[in-house]
């Protein structure tokens, strides 16, 4: 899938079937459904699903928790702002 497939799918109510649950949850946060999406990578032990958990959790506000989950997932995702980590994270994980 690429960028432009993901975004124009973010028009329907469902996300497309087949995205990792990383992938997912970065869907449903564009939809503004955060609680939806961190329940996806909650309890996700992989370095992306980590990436993106540490990801909400700064969108959420709480910085030490998002620390301790980039720090898992040993990736630097983090960008000046949450437009810009979301997209890091995106190209990354569509690849």
Excluded: C, I, Q
């Excluded at 690429?2 to 992938?23: D, K, N």
């Excluded at 910085?63 to 890091?88: D, S």
């Amino acid at each position: 899938m690429t960028r432009a497939e993901f975004e124009e799918s973010l028009e329907r109510a469902l996300p497309p079937e087949g995205l990792s649950a990383p992938v997912e949850a970065l869907w449903w946060d564009a939809k503004g459904e955060w609680a939806r999406a961190h329940g996806l990578v909650d309890e996700l032990e992989t370095r992306d699903g980590m990436a993106v958990h540490a990801y909400l959790h700064r969108k959420e506000g709480v910085e030490w928790n998002a620390e301790y989950w980039y720090g898992r997932a040993g990736r630097r995702y983090r960008r000046e702002t949450l437009e810009a980590e979301w997209a890091a994270l995106l190209d990354g994980l569509l690849g």
